[in-house]
C-alpha cells in the first residue's frame, strides 16, 4: 500500500522560478490576493444537493470588501478567459465565494455566473507553492491538456478543470452498462504512464476528474489530474504511479479484466511518443523550465536520495544515481523517452 506524507511542506517560489513565469507569461500582477480574501467575516457549511457536507464553507465580506472584491475577482477572471478582455464583465458577476479547510492549499473557490442566462463557471485561489506551480506547468507542457494559472507574490490563480471526480465515477458510472470499458481502460494506462514519467504523485480517485466526449459511434474518456501539490517531492517511485493506489482498485481490476499484457505495453509505447512528440515542439520552453528545475529545492534529501536509487533499478540505469535534486531526476525521465 502507498502511504503519502502527511504534511508537505510548502515550498516558496524562488527568484528564478518567478523569472521563469514572467517570460512565459503567468505572472501577473492581481487586483485581489488571497489574504484578501481571508478577510470575511462570516462562513457558513456548504452542502451538496444531497444534503452532506462538502468540506467547503461560504464567506460573506462587509458591504465595502464585497463591493471591491466584485469587481476585482470578474477582472481576474477575464484575464484567465480573454487575455484581460473586460469588454463582457457587465453581464457576470460573483455568486459565491467558498473556502475549503481541508488539504494543504486551504484554497478559496470562486464562483461567477453570466447574468444573460444564469451560466456559471469557478476558478481558484490559492496559496502559491513551488511543487503545484511545476506540477501545473509540466502539466500544460507535457499532457494532452492546456491549463491556464496566474502567479502574483502570495496568490495563485488556477482555473477550473470540469470532469467527473474520479471516485464519484468509480461509484456511479463505472458499473453502468453505457460505459466502454475498453477504451476507459486505455486510458487509465497512459493517465499511469503520463504521471510516472513526469514524476506526479498522489493520483488516488479524488484527485482527478473523468471527462466523457461524446464520438461519432461512441465515447471518448480523458482523465485529468486536478492536484499538482505532490509533484516530485515523494520518494517511493509507485508514489507516482495510480496503479497502485487502492483508491484505484476498480479501474485497476477493469484494465487486468481487458487487457493483455502486450495491449498495455502496446498503449505506454504510445503514449511515451506523443510525450516525446510535446518535448520536441516545446523544446526551448520545458529546457528553460527544467534549468530552474534542477537547482530548486522542492524536496528532502532523504527522499530524492530514495527516488534515484529507485529509478536506477528500475530501468536498469545506474545514471540515476548521479542526479542531485528532483529536477535532476525528472530530466533523466524524460530523457528515457
Known sequence: ?????????????????????????????????????????FSAHLCDKTGRDTLWETVIYSEENAIKFDAGLKLIYAMLKTEGDTSGLEHLSVERVDYCTFGN??????????????????????QPDASRVYGLELEHILSPNQITFLVDNNTLIEEHIAGIPGDQFINVYLGSGHTNKIRLAKEFVKFNERCFIRLLGDMRSYNYVVEITPDFDDV???????????????GKKTLYMPQFFKENNELIQLCIKMMTPETVNQYQKEEHSFIARRLKAERQRIKDLLDVMNTDEISIPEKTEQLKKQLALHYNNNQYLKCKSMGDILSKSLKEL
Not at 492549499?105 to 490559492?126: A, H, M, T, W
Open 1 to 41: 500500500m502507498n502511504s503519502i506524507s502527511k504534511k508537505k511542506p510548502q515550498f516558496k517560489i524562488s527568484p528564478a522560478l518567478r523569472k521563469y513565469l514572467k517570460q512565459y507569461n503567468r505572472e501577473k500582477n492581481l487586483p485581489v490576493s488571497y489574504h484578501d480574501l481571508l478577510k470575511f467575516e
Open 220 to 234: 471518448q474518456y480523458r482523465i485529468r489530474a486536478i492536484d499538482f501539490d505532490q509533484q516530485s517531492y515523494e
Open 105 to 126: 492549499s486551504n484554497p478559496f473557490r470562486i464562483r461567477i455566473i453570466n447574468n444573460l442566462n444564469d451560466n456559471y463557471d469557478y476558478f481558484y485561489v490559492k
